[in-house]
């Protein structure tokens, strides 16, 4: 079953202390995105990687950092969080006609 | 680059009532169009989407989406709504060919009345 999953669901933090939130996959997809989602914004995307070792930044990259060490695991790093980074967070692998997307992380940030 | 609006943010409808949502997408190159639905504190579930052939498409769930090249539109419809179909609902596109990204609209949520 295509599947991608999403680790924490929920997790609750206090400004600056660094975080990931991992995403593995398992139908071999190339292409993997984080988005975050606000209310009123939709979907905004963070950061994409189009193969191993390869990322770039999306639309919404400032305070985030990514890593794509193999194909399957894309996780998304917090360094410092701040509380403009409370969101909701999903992680997509994208094939050729069609995104996959993860359950979501519910970050807070106080 | 490419864009898409959706200017319901909520839609409201009585169980059994036909429904519409609406998707205006913009794009200098060819795009598919999908719908992802998203229940309360779940992930985004693809519903239906459009990459060539025919212009009706059908979905899961009874839903099915028109795309009209001329009016640059996907609008989504199902003939009778139930209790279950509340949730949001997202408009996306992504480019034939070159990047994998998806613009997604802001989303609509809707809400089934008893």
């Known amino acids: 079953e295509a599947q991608v999953t999403q680790n924490p669901r929920y997790l609750i933090t206090v400004t600056g202390k660094k975080l990931t939130v991992t995403c593995s996959q398992n139908?071999?997809?190339?292409?993997m995105s984080w988005y975050r989602q606000d209310p009123g914004l939709g979907l905004r995307q963070i950061y994409y990687?189009?193969?191993?070792?390869?990322?770039d930044k999306g639309d919404v990259p400032e305070g985030y950092k990514v890593s794509r060490k193999e194909k399957r695991n894309f996780p998304l790093i917090l360094e410092s969080p701040s509380p403009n980074q409370t969101s909701l967070y999903f992680c997509?692998?994208?094939?050729?006609?069609?995104?996959?997307f993860g359950q979501g992380t519910r970050l807070t940030v106080v | 680059a490419q864009s898409v609006t959706q200017l319901d943010s909520q839609v409201p409808v009585f169980e059994e009532a036909p429904v519409e949502l609406r998707c205006n997408y913009s794009?200098?190159?060819?795009?598919?169009l999908f719908w992802y639905v998203q229940y309360p504190n779940q992930g985004l579930q693809l519903l239906l989407k459009?990459?060539?052939?025919?212009?009706l498409v059908k979905g899961i769930n009874g839903f099915e989406a028109e795309f009209n090249k001329s009016q640059t539109s996907f609008h989504l419809r199902k003939p009778s709504v139930h209790i279950s179909d509340t949730a949001e609902y997202f408009c996306?596109?992504?480019?034939?060919?070159?990047?994998?990204?998806?613009?997604f609209g802001t989303g609509t949520r809707l809400k089934v009345l008893a």
């Open positions: 996306a596109v992504r480019p034939v060919s070159g990047t994998y990204k998806y613009i």
């Open positions: 794009s200098s190159v060819s795009v598919y």
């Open positions: 990687s189009m193969n191993v070792e390869v990322t």
């Open positions: 997509a692998s994208i094939g050729s006609t069609e995104a996959f």
């Open positions: 459009y990459l060539s052939g025919s212009t």
């Open positions: 139908m071999n997809h190339e292409y």
